[in-house]
């Protein structure tokens, strides 16, 4: 078999208990053997600052992010909706990786967008905010299924184990299409 496509996975919440990183997980031991998923960290992104940029002192954090998401084949994003947006974390790590002007590390990078919320929408507005960046930093985004994963508190318990059937085959065939379409994204 082909080596496995790597795909990096960003969780838009840094709380332990976070509902997203539980899904995230269990969409990355869903996964088919064709993909391996690597969690990246946004934690200890600074905060981005164009002028580090402008006078060429990036930060090494920034460094070894940008030189990451561009060792990838794919970019995974699973985000809470916070006030109906992306947590500003997650939209720290996608100024900080499209940058300097011209080098974007997202560049033509297929990805997925799964949004999470323990209320009944499923984190809809962080999702369709996040794909309008997507948008201008030209990744194709899997269109189908979306995935607005809603009343997340009933779907997973406190250890990550995922309490029904048609949950886990619901994130096992958005990990499927995702597969399918990075391969169709990259013929
Ligand atoms: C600053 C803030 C804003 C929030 N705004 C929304 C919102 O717009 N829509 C929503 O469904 N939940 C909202 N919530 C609730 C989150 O969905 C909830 O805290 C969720 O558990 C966060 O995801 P996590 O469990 O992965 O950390 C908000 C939470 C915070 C802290």
Redesign the pocket.
């Known amino acids: 078999m082909a080596n496995p496509k790597a795909v990096a996975v960003l969780?838009?919440?840094?709380?332990k208990?976070?509902?997203?990183?539980?899904?995230a997980r269990a969409l990355a031991d869903l996964a088919p053997s064709s993909l391996r998923l690597d969690f990246v960290e946004i934690r200890g992104l600074p905060l981005y600052d164009q002028d580090l940029d402008d006078e060429e002192r990036p930060p090494p954090e920034w460094q070894s992010f940008r030189e990451r998401i561009k060792a990838v084949d794919a970019v995974l994003f699973a985000t809470?909706?916070?006030?109906?947006?992306v947590?500003g974390v997650l939209k720290n790590a996608i100024d900080v990786g499209s940058r300097p002007y011209g080098k974007s590390a997202w560049e033509g990078k297929p990805a997925a967008v799964v949004s999470?919320?323990?209320?009944a929408?499923?984190?809809f507005?962080?999702n369709h905010h996040l794909r309008q960046s997507l948008v201008f930093l030209d990744m194709p985004v899997l269109q189908q299924p979306e995935a607005y994963i809603?009343s997340?508190a009933e779907l997973v318990d406190d250890d990550g184990n995922l309490k029904s059937d048609s949950t886990r085959d619901f994130l096992a065939k958005i990990m499927a299409r995702f597969d399918a379409w990075i391969d169709r994204v990259q013929r």
Do not use: M, Q
């Open positions: 969780v838009g919440s840094l709380r208990a976070s509902f997203t990183r539980r899904i809470p909706e916070y006030n109906r947006s947590p999470v919320s323990p209320g929408v499923g984190g507005g962080a809603g997340v």
